[in-house]
């Protein structure tokens, strides 16, 4: 979804998105501490005896390849280190690092660092799943993070409590969208353009990976993560995207390799499928307590969007063909085969767009129409398979989770004949998330009372505020807490809990709780904050070379750079025998993260030397022209 719900802006064309004004600029910057591993490090996608560990490293003189080590222990000194190695990585990967640290033990938690030469990277904090009897288990949930959009407080908040086993991060991890110049505290879009090319998404996730709030979300618990549709373009689906246009924008499977590509290095996600590098539905088992089905409803095998704008008629022949799908049949085979195949008692369904229908009813319409033909609501036909499955193979305890849609609402999923009366006919619940940040400051006529009106199968709903929502899960009850933060405009912030639902166990409804769950199970301590004591970095040294992209290159190069001051700088570039190819001053830089341009498509091929120099110190990046 684009910026803001769609599901919302059709909830009659009143919306309005209340631009913000910036309160000061807190740009991401570069931690000299921190070198070489500027973007932190993560964890994810833990199973009962491994995780995926990550971290990228960044050299003023990279190698080709470079070799980093990595250690993980039972504790924060490092004194019962359990596994250690050395991996390598390269131009091709980004000179990101993924290790897939095996032989663990379960249900226990972790302490792990990466190491090159002498320097030590942060400290993370991971676990392994458990085996077995189960009895508790929580997840934050967590969707939309326009990094234009707002600080990510929720981060630093979630980041901040101890306790939960691992953060759902159900897609719209980055905005494919270009510099908006309303952008809240300057946290401006880097490239400037949206995103098309491998440099271009390469080039957007350094820069929320660099954000000091997301890197302690991700480095005290894993993380088990799927894209949505801005992680490449907005309403996208197999074969296309609302927001791609191929006379402008190229083919659309090179755009989608490319966000795919750089996605797939960037996060700590273990891949199911080597041969498929698009199959990122995958399962994770928490004992005999619950089974987590990680889906894809976007990129996978999903058809084109009815056409014809919103409020779409709930009899469209396109809406009712039984041919399109959301899942696709592969995917759909899989999740059947999990869910026949399941000991666990509660089935989890991560996914993307919204579930329960919402149809505006005759009355309020000439005709009854469903709102945001994205959603499920545009593919009734997979949906009614996916519930006819459900109840025809009696699968107990189906909850899903979802994100998009920027807003709170906690739903039953009703059938034909839902009652509304006793809450019965319902195939099972669903949990929408809000945003950490991206937009939802509305001003429509609908409000939450009348969306309930008009669907009384939903219970909950807050349109305005962001945050993250607690999944609690136990023998007895899954229960949903909401926590929002009040401001994202500024860094300033107080936390607040909504209402929490929950469902039991053998049924299929919701009930509201009276407080918010408590956790039962103990955590360690977090992971220290413990970096360099002093900068391995000379602090003199104003700026730092972080990437450049593409390298090889054919014509335009994009380079992002990091100055510690604002400073006058210059680019130059330099052939293999010395010669000055092109200069560009590129004026006063704002302190934090900058990026400059070269064209060099008239360069014949060859090695060349890229120069960034400031007052008093200059760095330099070797690049390779190809024809």
């Not at 919306?15 to 591993?37: A, M, T």
């Not at 009895?135 to 326009?146: G, H, K, M, P, T």
């Not at 700088?569 to 934090?592: D, R, Y």
């Not at 060859?606 to 200059?618: A, D, N, T």
């Amino acid at each position: 979804m684009k910026h803001f719900s769609s599901l919302l802006f059709l909830l009659l064309a009143c919306i309005q998105l209340q631009s913000q004004s910036p309160e000061g600029s807190s740009r991401s910057s570069v931690n000299p501490y921190l070198f070489p591993f500027y973007h932190g490090v993560a964890s994810g996608d833990p199973l009962a005896d491994r995780v995926i560990l990550w971290t990228r490293i960044t050299l003023d003189i990279p190698m080709d390849p470079v070799s980093v080590n990595w250690e993980i222990a039972t504790d924060t000194s490092f004194n019962n280190i359990i596994d250690n190695g050395t991996v390598s990585t390269d131009s091709t990967k980004d000179y990101t690092i993924k290790v897939d640290a095996t032989g663990l033990q379960q249900n226990t938690w972790y302490y792990y660092r990466f190491i090159y030469d002498t320097v030590k990277s942060v400290i993370g904090r991971t676990r392994t799943l458990p085996t077995g009897t189960v009895n508790n288990l929580r997840f934050a949930v967590a969707s939309c993070q326009d990094y234009q959009d707002g600080f990510y407080n929720a981060h630093r908040h979630l980041s901040q409590r101890n306790d939960i086993d691992a953060v759902l991060f159900l897609g719209d991890y980055t905005y494919e969208s270009g510099e908006n110049v309303n952008a809240v505290g300057g946290r401006l879009h880097e490239p400037s353009s949206k995103t098309i090319q491998l440099s271009d998404y390469r080039i957007r996730q350094s820069l929320y990976h660099l954000d000091a709030d997301l890197q302690e979300a991700h480095r005290q618990y894993p993380w088990i993560c799927v894209w949505d549709d801005h992680e490449t373009a907005n309403n996208s689906y197999t074969i296309g995207a609302k927001n791609h246009n191929p006379v402008n924008d190229g083919p659309w499977y090179d755009r989608k390799v490319n966000g795919v590509e750089t996605y797939e290095a960037w996060m700590p996600i273990r891949m199911p499928d080597v041969n498929d590098t698009f199959k990122i539905f995958r399962r994770f088992t928490w004992g005999n307590l619950a089974d987590l089905h990680m889906l894809d409803t976007r990129l996978y095998d999903r058809d084109k969007q009815v056409v014809g704008g919103q409020f779409i008629p709930i009899n469209d022949s396109t809406l009712m063909d039984s041919t399109r799908n959301m899942l696709g049949p592969v995917q759909f085979d899989w999740l059947e085969h999990n869910l026949d195949s399941s000991t666990a008692q509660w089935q989890i369904l991560g996914q993307q767009v919204m579930m329960a229908p919402l149809v505006i009813p005759q009355g309020f319409q000439p005709t009854a129409v469903i709102v945001n033909p994205d959603q499920w609501d545009g593919y009734p036909y997979d949906r009614k398979k996916l519930y006819n499955y459900i109840l025809n193979n009696n699968i107990q305890n189906m909850v899903v989770l979802t994100g998009d849609i920027h807003t709170s609402w906690a739903n039953d999923l009703p059938l034909d004949n839902y009652d509304t009366l006793h809450r019965q006919n319902s195939a099972g619940v669903e949990f929408v998330g809000t945003s950490i940040t991206s937009g939802n400051e509305l001003n429509s006529p609908f409000t939450p009372e009348i969306i309930m009106g008009m669907a009384p199968y939903i219970r909950y709903v807050d349109l305005t505020l962001h945050g993250y929502y607690i999944l609690d899960i136990n023998t007895q009850r899954t229960q949903g807490d909401f926590v929002y933060v009040s401001d994202v405009t500024t860094q300033n912030y107080t936390v607040s809990t909504g209402p929490s639902w929950y469902v039991n166990s053998g049924e299929r409804f919701l009930r509201q709780a009276n407080s918010p769950a408590v956790a039962q199970n103990a955590y360690p301590i977090l992971a220290p904050v413990r970096v360099q004591s002093t900068s391995i970095k000379n602090l003199t040294d104003n700026i730092t070379t972080i990437s450049v992209h593409p390298n090889p290159f054919y014509d335009e190069v994009l380079i992002q750079f990091n100055s510690q001051v604002p400073e006058e700088v210059s680019l130059e570039v330099f052939s293999s025998t010395g010669k000055m190819m092109t200069k560009k001053n590129l004026g006063i830089t704002s302190a934090g993260l900058n990026y400059a341009t070269f064209n060099g498509n008239n360069f014949p091929s060859g090695f060349y030397k890229v120069e960034l120099k400031g007052k008093s110190h200059s760095v330099g990046k070797a690049v390779i022209k190809v024809n």
